[in-house]
């Protein structure tokens, strides 16, 4: 089993973590690691890979403008918003 | 080492925003100018319990674009999540398409450089895929905070991705800008790079002539014009080349083009490169495409660029330069082949040069699309067989078109009418102007038939000075020579 970065998995998911909670985090990571351990060792060959558990086409929508204007509403649900947009604090990559 | 010793390697990522209504998975209006949120609808803000419905439309146009550079279309394709966490993209991941993409194994033929130096490029593109965009931040000062405009989040895009083909700035410009005809040609994408429309990524590294594996490379983010792709890559290959030249290394990095320091400047570093953790979208069913769907989208593609290009070339007798400048739009060349149609096939060349010559430079001066040209196909194809069949002079045609420019006329033969801009082609007409001259000039009448051709033109030009310009300089010309020889 690959060593894990959870310090690497934190920073990417955005989520801090505490002294416990790195811990648990830890032991359940290391649940699906080894729960995905047992799937690779089954012998797959001659199988397409599958990107969805569905073995049906996607469905499609005709290309026509359905949606009516729900700004306010939406905005409405924002923590902060003003002149018609939504505010988020400062990012600046 | 000099400057020589150093090969430039040139990959270009094309992001094209599809002309469709309605956003590629939500059906929101993808209309430009909008308040801002207003066409951002539940799907597009990420409201939990929303989900993706693929719009045809967005495949319809990836599907023409796979064949008018004759790739492999996709029978399945594969929606992935690309994630990452940016405030104008509300989900926390992209949906893009990774492992499957819809278009693969391309290939465009463009020419660059002009005459003598022109030749034939062959680019090669890896795959085009179908993706969502993301939404504007406005980092004005709301308070300390950054607004957040979703209108453009999932607006439909294809990402079309060229092998690092090319070998000079002036290479990346040529495919640049053929991608930019072909896919305004076929109708996927408006081109509009002022807003965006088409958005430019390169890939630069450079490596010692003769070396078969890659340097280094750093990506130009987000170049909005050829003028900068140019540029750009220009000071990019100066300053990669400085800095291995001097021992120094090149980090990969990502990098921002400043156009008013003409320089690149470093955006991020490998270490701090993204790490997206792509996997497939388990909202989105793969996409399948069937052959008769295919063959529809292609029943219904136009002629495309390269091949009306070798057909002006070969039975129109264009020039390839001229060729080509002549499909540099569907309209423009739209409106060639509507005058070679009036005017007819052998007088295709003359179309040509009124139309890439006075008419290009005058709707080039006003700053007028040649769909709004007051001169229409018919006018040029009517003005070049009167100018054919003898009836006005090259000058006189100038006039013609003036008045037909500024609106004073409409119709070829009323103008030459009204202006009196007729030729005199009658010969008994003529034959007095010419007896006059040839009696009025024994030197050079003399001189001609001494064998010195040149002698006829002062002849010629008496006549035309006689008759101020009216006289028809080819018949003037026939009937001194039948005279002074006959």
């Not at chain 2, 209108?151 to 290479?171: F, H, Q």
């Not at chain 2, 890939?203 to 078969?212: A, D, L």
């Not at chain 2, 953790?277 to 495409?289: A, G, N, Q, T």
């Not at chain 2, 040209?373 to 067989?385: E, F, G, K, N, Y």
Request: charged letters at 25%; aromatic letters at 6%; hydrophobic letters at 40%.
């Amino acid at each position: 089993m690959p060593a894990i970065d959870l310090d690497r998995i934190a920073e990417l998911a955005r989520i801090e973590l505490t002294p416990d909670s790195a811990a648990a985090f830890r032991a359940d990571l290391e649940r699906v690691l080894a729960l995905v351990d047992r799937l690779q060792a089954v012998d797959a060959t001659g199988v397409a890979p599958m990107s969805h558990p569905l073995d049906l086409p996607q469905r499609l929508r005709e290309d026509i403008v359905t949606e009516s204007d729900q700004r306010d509403a939406l905005l409405a649900l924002a923590p902060a918003a003003e002149n018609g947009l939504y505010l988020v604090p400062k990012v600046i990559e | 080492m000099n400057r020589t010793d150093w090969e430039t390697v040139i990959g270009l990522e094309i992001h094209a925003q599809l002309t469709t209504r309605s956003k590629i998975f939500s059906g929101a209006s993808t209309a430009f100018g909008a308040e801002p949120n207003r066409q951002a609808c539940a799907i597009d803000v990420a409201l939990p319990g929303t989900l993706p419905v693929l719009n045809r439309g967005a495949v319809e146009r990836a599907i023409r674009l796979g064949l008018a550079i004759e790739a492999e279309i996709a029978e399945r394709s594969v929606f992935a999540r690309k994630n990452y966490f940016y405030p104008d993209l509300p989900k926390g991941y992209q949906i893009s398409q990774y492992e499957l993409p819809v278009v693969k194994n391309g290939a465009i033929t463009v020419q660059v450089g002009e005459g003598e130096a022109a030749y034939e490029k062959t680019v090669r593109i890896t795959r085009a895929h179908l993706e969502e965009d993301a939404g504007k931040s406005l980092h004005e000062d709301f308070h300390g905070m950054t607004g957040i405009d979703l209108n453009r989040a999932g607006t439909p895009l294809l990402e079309i991705v060229s092998e690092p083909d090319m070998r000079s700035a002036e290479e990346a410009v040529a495919y640049a800008r053929a991608l930019h005809t072909l896919v305004r040609w076929i109708g996927v994408c408006d081109g509009n790079m002022q807003e965006g429309s088409f958005r430019i990524d390169a890939n630069v590294s450079v490596r010692p002539k003769g070396e078969t594996r890659l340097g280094t490379r750093r990506e130009i983010k987000n170049l909005n014009s050829f003028r900068f792709l140019q540029q750009a890559i220009d000071y990019e290959v100066r300053w990669q080349i400085e800095t291995l030249e001097e021992g120094g290394t090149v980090q990969q990095a990502t990098v921002l083009f400043d156009p008013e320091r003409g320089e690149t400047r470093v955006m991020r570093t490998k270490e701090d490169a993204h790490d997206y953790r792509y996997f497939p979208d388990p909202d989105l069913l793969p996409l399948v495409i069937d052959r008769a769907w295919i063959e529809e989208v292609r029943s219904n593609l136009p002629e495309l660029p390269q091949a009306l290009r070798r057909r002006l070339v070969e039975a129109h007798g264009l020039t390839p330069y001229d060729a080509n400048l002549l499909t540099a739009s569907k309209e423009l060349a739209d409106y060639y082949l509507a005058a070679v149609a009036a005017a007819g096939q052998a007088l295709a060349k003359p179309c040509a040069n009124w139309i890439l010559g006075e008419l290009a430079a005058r709707l080039n001066r006003s700053g007028i699309e040649i769909g709004e040209s007051p001169v229409r196909p018919t006018h040029i194809a009517a003005l070049v067989q009167r100018v054919h069949d003898g009836t006005i002079s090259h000058a006189g045609a100038k006039k013609v078109f003036e008045a037909l420019w500024t609106g004073e006329g409409q119709d070829v033969d009323a103008i030459i009418e009204a202006q009196g801009l007729e030729q005199v082609s009658d010969e008994s007409a003529l034959e007095s102007l010419v007896d006059a001259a040839i009696a009025a000039n024994p030197k050079s009448v003399e001189e001609f038939r001494a064998g010195k051709e040149k002698a006829l033109n002062a002849l010629v030009g008496q006549v035309m000075k006689a008759s101020r310009g009216a006289a028809n300089p080819q018949r003037v010309t026939e009937l001194l020579r039948r005279k002074l020889t006959g």
